[in-house]
């Protein structure tokens, strides 16, 4: 086999040198333009994950690396001249040169032919006279544009601006360091890759890079400059660079890895931000997982398919780490009011892949002193501490997320609701919540949806409110009102979700005549006396709610349903008083919350839920969020439920774990206004983690309470948890601890004979 890579980085170096070990007939080329000994930045992180691959694979690069490898566990966070220390981490550097000149020695050491200073030829040139094309050269790589329309690239520039530097002395644990200055916040992030030498990245917002004058500044005034706003930090010592430069961190997604003969690896492929420390990692990796494939499948075609498979998914994980470690630094200036122990956890904590049990396991405590200063008492876990809302006070953050149900009838809700509510309430949620409660029959978005546009169905919500309250002491029930807008009439979720009726179809209205999907049925554009009628079916099902006992109200502004329909640009056409800038599409939604809000019990709280973003091009941003519950707020909105999309058809969501939960924190850290965070948090460490980090006040889970009815009394047990915040009831009480699933008692083998 004959290969050509063109790129001379760690991903190419190995991966020319994993090729040529496990095959020494073949062929190898490494195409580099520049000199050996030119790079771009100067320290390396790997992971000991990583570092347990390249021993697996070739002890002699790995021992290699071990020689020079600077070891540290901890990261300083300094803010406003308080330092915190977090321990148990685990760090592994040395010089990006170093690294290049081992790859180099074995490369040679092996027969790989190495071309520096040397342009590769063209990729057709590569292609037709080669048997492997691997494209490792770089982030801005030429033999993925070449090939682009196959690829596909997304390329994604971010707002922050950033430099690498050196200093000329070791640093003695990873550290960040927040200057806060008359142009705005910076940051730095240091750590150590030889005895005698520091990584040292000065990151900035565009706007305080400019404010600042970084745009007019020559390199080396630059430099310095640099050095005097951190000198703390570089206890008064210069920085120094080499090869770089300010940029912009641009995120780079293919939608496929390979084309014929050739494959993407590295950079070239995706990118990952370098606050998590993962570019080298992941190139390194990628060389590892494709010679593998090599070996294992029967031809190139099969292996390259086999690479990307196997990769893609660790790597997407890794970007949406990366994705949410990037953007925290982005919008670094909202944590800056918290007390130093919970922003030193909010930034530790930020990409969601360190957590608040796996940093209890690092650094217990670390951990216990966040917790001390935010509130727990010894021995509760932040999900488990109380949480009021006007003259609501729930005795944990746990929300059993609306769900909806498509099983009452006629609008009324049966024994399947008192079940599976009553359920969950015995289950240990502070507030149980119903689904989409809608206020008319030619509001539903199903025959099988429930309401509160009559008596008969109010008396029947008493009884499920009645059981809540007497059954499950403690628990709180809310009430979810809304209209389906332009959503409704259609079949059953399990029948064919939002698919119209095929019969029996009832006529819909919505803020503009424009239909959910092609098939959808059209609605038909809300006139004035309508929206005035609309609005009184609000609040004749507000205060139906309020007789049958619920505990809160929460008004329905999101999914594409009637009041998102408002809200949305997508989705509101109107040229009249409630169309055209957002204060407008804001109108009727506020207008609809002011008369719920005057029939509504004066103690009783009441919350909105809004779609953050449309998920769309054109559609409603995270900005437009804030000020979205920036409006509700001000009319009196006592938390905001952020969940996101389901607006329009044509979304495009980027599914994840937690993968909404940024559109709360942004919300709660710049309105000032209690959150509600919704969207595959799937365990108590999450809630846990989004707690005590500041990204939330409550977290609604949907799924998982599903999955296990009583999750929250579970994961109470899970960790050791027996006081207020999670009361099992009495006739469960013996089911609290976790039962034995197998023999424990048999003795530990004490001697191997050979």
């Not at 502004?557 to 055209?580: E, I, K, M, V």
Request: charged share 25%; hydrophobic share 40%.
């Amino acid at each position: 086999m004959s290969v050509a890579i063109v790129g001379g980085g760690p991903g190419g170096l190995y991966a020319a040198a994993l090729l040529k070990r496990l095959d020494p007939t073949r062929d190898i080329t490494v195409w580099e333009r520049n000199a050996p000994d030119v790079t771009f930045g100067f320290g390396v992180v790997l992971s000991d994950e990583t570092l347990g691959g390249i021993e697996h694979a070739d002890p002699v690069v790995h021992e290699a690396l071990q020689r020079h490898f600077v070891r540290w566990d901890d990261i300083d966070i300094v803010h406003r001249g308080v330092t915190h220390r977090s321990g148990g981490h685990g760090f592994a550097a040395l010089g990006r040169r170093r690294l290049l000149e081992i790859l180099h020695e074995r490369c040679r050491s092996l027969g790989v032919d190495l071309r520096f200073r040397t342009e590769a030829p063209h990729p057709d040139t590569l292609c037709a006279a080669y048997d492997l094309v691997i494209a490792a050269d770089g982030v801005r790589s030429s033999t993925r544009e070449t090939y682009a329309r196959v690829f596909r690239p997304q390329v994604t520039e971010h707002r922050c601006r950033y430099i690498w530097l050196a200093a000329d002395f070791p640093f003695d644990a990873f550290r960040f360091e927040i200057a806060e200055t008359e142009h705005g916040v910076m940051q730095l992030h240091g750590y150590p890759y030889a005895a005698d030498a520091s990584t040292v990245i000065i990151e900035m917002r565009e706007e305080v890079w400019r404010a600042a004058g970084f745009d007019e500044l020559g390199e080396p005034e630059s430099v310095e400059r640099c050095a005097k706003i951190f000198t703390d930090a570089l206890r008064g010592r210069p920085l120094r660079c080499g090869n770089s430069a300010w940029t912009s961190f641009r995120t780079v997604v293919n939608d496929h890895w390979s084309h014929g003969n050739v494959v993407l690896l590295g950079d070239a492929a995706h990118t990952a931000h370098f606050s998590i420390g993962s570019g080298t990692k992941l190139a390194v990796e990628d060389a590892l997982a494709l010679a593998a494939c090599l070996e294992e499948q029967h031809d190139v075609h099969s292996a390259l398919a086999a690479y990307e498979q196997e990769r893609k998914p660790v790597v997407a994980s890794t970007q949406r780490a990366a994705r949410a470690s990037l953007e925290w630094f982005e919008n670094l200036g909202l944590y800056l009011g918290q007390p130093p122990r919970q922003f030193a956890f909010n930034l530790l904590t930020r990409s969601r892949r360190v957590t608040h049990d796996n940093l209890r396991l690092r650094d217990a405590r670390f951990t216990e002193a966040v917790e001390r200063e935010f509130g727990c008492p010894d021995g509760t876990p932040p999900m488990f501490t109380p949480f009021r809302l006007r003259g609501l006070t729930l005795r944990n953050r746990v929300v059993v997320s609306p769900m909806d149900m498509y099983s009452a009838s006629d609008g009324v809700p049966g024994d399947f609701h008192l079940v599976h509510l009553g359920a969950r309430a015995l289950g240990g949620a502070g507030l149980v919540m119903t689904e989409m409660v809608c206020v008319s029959e030619e509001g539903r978005i199903t025959p099988g949806c429930a309401g509160l546009y009559t008596g008969r169905q109010a008396e029947a919500w008493r009884r499920v409110t009645d059981f809540v309250h007497t059954r499950a002491p403690g628990t709180a029930i809310g009430v979810q009102l809304g209209h389906s807008g332009r959503k409704g009439s259609t079949k059953l979720m399990w029948e064919g979700m939002d698919e119209p009726l095929p019969r029996g179809n009832w006529p819909l209205v919505a803020a503009s005549p424009l239909p959910y999907k092609p098939d959808s049925q059209t609605p038909r554009q809300l006139t004035r006396a309508q929206l005035t009628d609309l609005r009184e079916q609000f609040t004749a099902a507000a205060w139906r709610a309020a007789r049958a006992g619920f505990d809160l109200l929460e008004l329905h502004c999101a999914h594409g349903y009637l009041l998102s329909g408002f809200l949305s640009p997508l989705t509101n056409h109107r040229t009249d008083a409630y169309g055209g800038s957002p204060q407008r599409r804001l109108r009727f939604p506020l207008e609809v919350f002011d008369a719920v809000r005057a029939v509504w019990p004066a103690e009783r709280p009441m919350t909105v839920r809004i779609s953050a973003t449309d998920w769309a091009e054109g559609g409603t941003t995270a900005e437009d969020a804030v000020e979205i519950a920036r409006a509700f707020a001000a009319h009196g909105a006592d938390a905001i439920d952020v969940s996101t999309g389901q607006v329009v058809a044509e979304e495009r969501p980027e599914f994840g774990r937690s993968y909404q939960t940024p559109f709360a924190d942004r919300i709660r850290n710049s309105a000032g206004v209690p959150v509600i965070a919704v969207g595959a948090i799937s365990s108590w460490d999450d809630v846990n983690s989004l707690i005590l980090a500041g990204r939330t006040d409550l977290c609604a889970l949907g799924r998982p309470h599903l999955y296990d009815p009583h999750w929250t009394l579970h994961a109470a047990a899970e960790q050791g948890y027996d006081g207020p915040g999670a009361v099992w009831p009495a006739p469960y009480r013996a089911g609290s601890r976790r039962p034995q699933t197998g023999r424990t008692d048999a003795p530990k083998p004490r001697l191997s004979l050979t």
